[in-house]
């Protein structure tokens, strides 16, 4: 069955440092992959797409890799600062064109100053 | 533009009771998505619709019914609710510019069934 993993176990860096972490999938072959983060009591923001011929995105301090050899993404965050904590979901493409996404069960990130 | 909105945030509900939560969006976007999120569970695919007047299954649909009568509601409803229908809902529109099908989620509705 169709399977995605984000590390269950939260992640605690400290300020400055670089955060990485972990979207493993099985028995998927998705046209894209996206990153989302939600903070407590709140819906899941947007933050980065990629499609499975790009090997690499940036956006300002986030940068996404997507490896369909190994079926994984990983999702980091330099310099990371304490407003960075929050838990971080990966999605992928459920069925193609229908908008409809199956996500992780996310990993939180907690910046210490 | 108001995004996507929910209603109520809040509600309790005895066992057996039905309701319906509300969902709305203003952006046209063609897909629409109900999710229900759990402790360590993630978000979870109850129903969606590609537009008005189709819908479809996803992950965990029993116990929930859906329509989309038009492109900007898409209310999900608990027939005879039940205490493992206690979670918190999100509803999420896309559409399709530039072919990315970034989802925007509504604030959820925090519901619990006793």
């Known amino acids: 069955s169709q399977k995605i993993e984000q590390n269950s176990e939260a992640l605690n860096i400290q300020e400055g440092k670089t955060a990485t972490l972990t979207c493993n999938y099985t028995n998927y072959s998705p046209a894209y992959l996206q990153w989302y983060r939600q903070d407590p009591g709140r819906g899941p923001v947007f933050l980065l797409l990629i499609r499975e011929n790009e090997k690499e995105k940036r956006k300002e301090r986030l940068k996404v890799t997507f490896d369909t050899t190994l079926k994984q993404s990983l999702f980091h965050i330099t310099a990371s600062q304490p407003a960075d904590s929050a838990t971080y979901l990966c999605?992928?493409?459920?069925?193609?064109?229908?908008?409809?996404?199956?996500f992780g069960q996310g990993t939180t990130l907690q910046v210490k100053p | 533009n108001a995004g996507v909105t929910q209603t109520p945030k809040f509600q309790v509900l005895k066992t057996g009771q039905s309701m319906t939560l509300q969902c709305a969006q203003d952006m046209n976007h063609e897909y629409m998505s109900w999710y229900r999120q759990d402790p360590g569970m993630g978000l979870r695919l109850i129903h969606y619709s590609v537009g008005a007047g189709i819908t479809d299954q996803g992950e965990v649909p029993n116990g929930y019914n859906v329509s989309r009568s038009t492109t900007e509601d898409f209310p999900l409803r608990l027939l005879s609710a039940a205490p493992s229908q206690t979670s918190v809902y999100f509803c999420a529109s896309s559409g399709t510019t530039s072919g990315i099908y970034e989802q925007y989620f509504g604030p959820g509705t925090r519901l619990t069934v006793t």
């Open positions: 999605a992928l493409e459920g069925s193609s064109n229908t908008g409809k996404l199956i």
